[in-house]
């Protein structure tokens, strides 16, 4: 049993864990993620490590469904049955000189232990963060500190540049020169953001979020494409790069499973929730 020390809520639908796993925190680096599991009779899902402090691990999540409205519920004291950790590939940091690290909506969880990573490898580390509207942007304070320049957009203009992270991406890539980038986020951001650095020839990582259930490379179900080629998410990256990825095909596989998750998420707020039965959608 993993103890939940400490909860947050940091944005709506937007939590933050700190959960006791010494094995993870130990050995966890910038780009990796874990496995929980709440209960005897709960779902596996794949959470990124976003942060690590002694003996205990950070994890960062937006309930969209049954298992991470249930995790919302935990307050500290509370166990979790599992936390399988650190998997996944660490992210590729390197002295490259100017890196722009950028994390759109929940994905924003993943920047500051990569921004950390590059700034301690010697680069020149410059954070862009966006969401919908200012309510919904996390870790505005902690990436400040960490980066040498930090940029905010929202896509109502309530903070910082009306607009989304690419446009800021852009107009950056024509001021300077840039080295290497990280992008994270729902699929559809990492696409179009992604093709910006595309004409530019920079260097440019992705973080994918297929669906994954054993996270060692056995089931399958994280397959992506990968210049043609296929790969696990869960060992071959998460982390991959970018020009190389078919977004169509990996949004294409989040989707098979809306109806079951949809179901599962039903029979929760039926049967188990100590929400009363209230949707939280
Ligand atoms: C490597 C990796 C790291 C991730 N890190 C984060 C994170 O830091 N914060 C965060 O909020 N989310 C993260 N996710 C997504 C998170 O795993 C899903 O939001 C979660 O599994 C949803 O479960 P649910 O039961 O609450 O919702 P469901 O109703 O079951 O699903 C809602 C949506 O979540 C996705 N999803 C469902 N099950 C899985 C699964 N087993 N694996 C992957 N995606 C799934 C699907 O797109 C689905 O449509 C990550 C995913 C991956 C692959
Ligand atoms: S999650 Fe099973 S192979 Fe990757």
Redesign the pocket.
């Given at each position: 049993m993993y103890r939940v020390e400490e909860t947050k809520l940091l944005a709506e639908r937007?939590y933050q864990i700190w959960v006791n796993a010494p094995h993870v925190a130990r050995h966890a680096r910038a780009g990796q993620?874990l496995?929980i599991r709440i209960d005897e009779t709960g779902?596996?899902?794949?959470?990124?490590?976003?942060a690590v402090n002694g003996d205990t691990v950070r994890?960062?999540?937006?309930?969209?469904?049954?298992?991470?409205?249930?995790?919302a519920t935990l307050n500290a004291g509370d166990a979790i049955l599992d936390v399988a950790g650190p998997?996944?590939r660490p992210s590729e940091i390197q002295r490259y000189g100017t890196c722009v690290v950028i994390g759109g909506g929940?994905?924003i969880?993943?920047t500051p232990i990569i921004a950390r990573e590059a700034k301690e490898a010697g680069n020149y580390v410059i954070g862009i963060i966006g969401a919908r509207n200012a309510d919904l942007l996390i870790l505005e304070d902690e990436m400040r500190t960490i980066c040498d320049e930090l940029f905010i957009t929202t896509d109502d203009g309530s903070k910082g540049t009306h607009g989304f992270v690419s446009d800021v991406l852009k107009a950056e890539l024509e001021r300077r020169p840039v080295d290497c980038t990280w992008i994270i986020g729902p699929a559809i951001m990492m696409k179009v953001t992604s093709n910006v650095t595309r004409p530019y020839g920079v260097k440019t990582f992705v973080?994918?979020?297929?669906?994954?259930?054993d996270?060692t490379g056995m089931c399958g179900?994280?397959r992506v494409q990968v210049g043609g080629e296929t790969k696990f998410?869960?060992v071959d990256?998460?982390e991959f790069d970018a020009h190389q990825v078919d977004f169509d095909l990996l949004m294409q596989r989040?989707?098979i499973?809306?109806g079951?998750?949809?179901e599962?998420?039903e029979h929760y707020h039926r049967h188990d929730c100590r929400c009363g039965g209230d949707s939280h959608e």
């Amino acid at each position: 049993m993993y103890r939940v020390e400490e909860t947050k809520l940091l944005a709506e639908r937007v939590y933050q864990i700190w959960v006791n796993a010494p094995h993870v925190a130990r050995h966890a680096r910038a780009g990796q993620f874990l496995i929980i599991r709440i209960d005897e009779t709960g779902e596996r899902i794949p959470l990124t490590i976003s942060a690590v402090n002694g003996d205990t691990v950070r994890i960062i999540f937006m309930a969209v469904g049954k298992t991470t409205q249930q995790l919302a519920t935990l307050n500290a004291g509370d166990a979790i049955l599992d936390v399988a950790g650190p998997l996944g590939r660490p992210s590729e940091i390197q002295r490259y000189g100017t890196c722009v690290v950028i994390g759109g909506g929940v994905g924003i969880a993943s920047t500051p232990i990569i921004a950390r990573e590059a700034k301690e490898a010697g680069n020149y580390v410059i954070g862009i963060i966006g969401a919908r509207n200012a309510d919904l942007l996390i870790l505005e304070d902690e990436m400040r500190t960490i980066c040498d320049e930090l940029f905010i957009t929202t896509d109502d203009g309530s903070k910082g540049t009306h607009g989304f992270v690419s446009d800021v991406l852009k107009a950056e890539l024509e001021r300077r020169p840039v080295d290497c980038t990280w992008i994270i986020g729902p699929a559809i951001m990492m696409k179009v953001t992604s093709n910006v650095t595309r004409p530019y020839g920079v260097k440019t990582f992705v973080s994918l979020n297929p669906i994954m259930v054993d996270g060692t490379g056995m089931c399958g179900s994280c397959r992506v494409q990968v210049g043609g080629e296929t790969k696990f998410a869960c060992v071959d990256g998460p982390e991959f790069d970018a020009h190389q990825v078919d977004f169509d095909l990996l949004m294409q596989r989040q989707r098979i499973y809306t109806g079951e998750e949809r179901e599962s998420l039903e029979h929760y707020h039926r049967h188990d929730c100590r929400c009363g039965g209230d949707s939280h959608e």
